[in-house]
C-alpha cells in the first residue's frame, strides 16, 4: 500500500480548497478520505495487473512473493474504490461528479492505459482531477481550481514518464524533461503577478506623463505571502531537481527510482506552494508539515 506515498494525497484537496478562497472545512475531509481510499485503490488495483511483469522484474512485491493473494489485491481495489465514492457523494453531488471520472480515470491507468502513451497524462488527470474534487467539496465549485489542477497534473505527468523506465533504466531525455519542467513550474508558482486595480484607473494626466501609472503600494500581508510562497517553492524545486539531474546523469534503476519517490515527495511542497499563492497560508503551512512525516516513513517502506 506504500504508505510514505499517501502524505502526498491530503495536500490535493485541501490545495484544492485554497484554491476557491475558502479554508478547509467538514466537507474538505471528506474530500480527502475519499482521496485517500482511490489513492490506495488504485496502489492496489496496480499491483493485481501487473502481477506477471513484477514477477520477472520485481519478485519481493507482494502478490509475486506470494504474501498477498491477486484476488485478495482485487477486492480490496473494488473495497477502496466504493468507499472512495461512499464518500465523496457524503461531501455532496458536486464532489461525486470529480470522484466519479476520478475513479475511473485510475481504473482506466491501470488496467489499460499505463503501458501507453497515454499512461502519463492519464496519471496526470487523475491528480488534477483529485485536487478538483477539495474544491467542489469545499465550495460545490471547481472552475476556479483549475489553474492549480494543471499545475499539479503537469508535474505528476513529468514523475510518472520517468517513472515508466525505472525498473531499467533508460534514457536520460526523461529525467531531463522532468527537470525543465520543474524549473517552469516553479516559475509559475512562484511568480508575483501585479496587484488588482480596485475601483479606480491609474492616474493619466502630467503626474502620470512623469511618474507612470500609480499602482496600489503591497502591503506587508502581501510581502508575507510572497515569501512564503518562493520558500515553499525553492523546496518544492530542490526536493525534485537533484534526483532528476542525477538521473539524467546516469539513468540507471536505482537513480532513476531515487527520482521517482523524490517526484512524489516534492508533490507536497508542490501543493503547499499552490496553497501559499492562493493566500492559503494556514493551509499551505499544514500541508508543508507533512513532507518530513512522508519522507520518515520513506526510510521505512519503498514510495515506488
Not at 76 to 97: D, I, N, Q, V
Not at 232 to 255: E, Q, V
Not at 289 to 302: N, Y
Request: aromatic content about 4%.
Amino acid at each position: 500500500m506504500r504508505l510514505p506515498a499517501l502524505f502526498s494525497v491530503p495536500g490535493d484537496a485541501l490545495a484544492g480548497a485554497a484554491a476557491t478562497g475558502s479554508a478547509p472545512g467538514s466537507r474538505t475531509l471528506l474530500a480527502i478520505g475519499s482521496s485517500l481510499c482511490l489513492y490506495e485503490a488504485g496502489m492496489a488495483l496496480n499491483d493485481w495487473a501487473d502481477r506477471d511483469i513484477d514477477a520477472v522484474e520485481r519478485p519481493h512485491r507482494p502478490l509475486p512473493s506470494g504474501r498477498v493473494r491477486p484476488a485478495a489485491a482485487l477486492t480490496a481495489a473494488c473495497a477502496l474504490t466504493g468507499a472512495g465514492l461512499a464518500l465523496a457523494a457524503s461531501a455532496g453531488r458536486p464532489a461525486l461528479a470529480v470522484a466519479a471520472p476520478l475513479a475511473a480515470t485510475v481504473w482506466a491507468y491501470d488496467l489499460g492505459l499505463k503501458h501507453t502513451a497515454a499512461g502519463p497524462v492519464a496519471m496526470g488527470a487523475a491528480r488534477g482531477l483529485d485536487l478538483l474534487l477539495g474544491a467542489a467539496a469545499t465550495t460545490g465549485h471547481a472552475r476556479a481550481a483549475l489553474p492549480s489542477a494543471a499545475l499539479l497534473g503537469t508535474h505528476t505527468l513529468a514523475v510518472t514518464t520517468v517513472s515508466r523506465q525505472e525498473a531499467r533504466g533508460g534514457s536520460p531525455l526523461a529525467p531531463l524533461a522532468a527537470l525543465a519542467t520543474t524549473a517552469l513550474l516553479t516559475r509559475q508558482v512562484t511568480r508575483r503577478s501585479a496587484p488588482p486595480m480596485r475601483g479606480r484607473r491609474p492616474e493619466t494626466g502630467t503626474a502620470h506623463r512623469l511618474t507612470g501609472p500609480r499602482w496600489p503600494a503591497l502591503h506587508p500581508g502581501q510581502d508575507s505571502v510572497a515569501l512564503l510562497t518562493t520558500a515553499l517553492g525553492a523546496a518544492y524545486a530542490a526536493t525534485a531537481g537533484r534526483p532528476y539531474f542525477h538521473a539524467a546523469l546516469n539513468p540507471s534503476p536505482p537513480l532513476t527510482q531515487r527520482a521517482v519517490g523524490a517526484g512524489i515527495r516534492a508533490t507536497i511542497p508542490l501543493q503547499a506552494t499552490l496553497a501559499a499563492r492562493s493566500r492559503g497560508t494556514a493551509t499551505s503551512l499544514l500541508i508543508a508539515a507533512l513532507a518530513p512525516l512522508g519522507a520518515r516513513f520513506a526510510k521505512k517502506v519503498s514510495v515506488t
